[in-house]
């Protein structure tokens, strides 16, 4: 099956047009990925370990679901869906925005970061993207980091200190 993406603009304009996931990027043209970082009342974060046949990060483990919003799509809706389809879990993200974006070089990549109680027990994992999750502290996930065992990203370790504070600065 095909999946189409909208095209923005450097000012997150939508252009009007799309492309095909996997073709090339023409100068200008940007696309809009989420990232949704589940955290429980323990300050764990719910995590997924991706399967050996998926192409980027194999075997790796990662944040609690992540994926590109396809045409049509708001980051919210993108999120929404990218977190049922993955691990099953019915998300309302009405009240949420984005917590931090990060402009990458042909998209916009938006993490929602909230908390949830959510029982494993009752998550449904998408066999062909996930193969298994966990709940994991975030020493847990520095030392997965170490290992090479999750992947890089250079600000893991701040999302589990700054998920509580909005603000770009610290109050006095």
């Excluded at 009342?41 to 483990?61: F, T």
């Excluded at 992947?151 to 701040?158: K, L, P, S």
């Amino acid at each position: 099956m095909m999946e189409l993406w909208d095209i923005y603009d450097k000012n997150r304009n939508l252009t009007g047009r799309t492309m095909e996931r996997g073709s090339e990027f023409y100068k200008g043209d940007f696309h809009l990925v989420i990232h949704v970082c589940i955290f429980n009342s323990k300050n764990e974060m719910l995590i997924q370990q991706r399967q050996p046949w998926k192409k980027g990060w194999p075997n790796m483990w990662d944040v609690t679901v992540g994926g590109c919003a396809v045409s049509g799509e708001t980051s919210i809706e993108a999120a929404e869906r990218e977190m049922f389809e993955e691990i099953g879990y019915e998300i309302d993200l009405s009240d949420e925005r984005p917590f931090f974006t990060i402009n990458f070089e042909v998209g916009f990549d938006d993490y929602y970061l909230v908390e949830r109680e959510i029982e494993i027990k009752d998550l449904t994992l998408q066999y062909e993207e996930v193969q298994s999750v966990k709940w994991a502290s975030k020493d847990e996930i520095l030392q997965l980091v170490k290992e090479r065992k999750f992947i890089d990203y250079w600000f893991i370790e701040y999302l589990f200190d700054m998920r509580k504070h909005r603000s770009g600065y610290r109050r006095q």
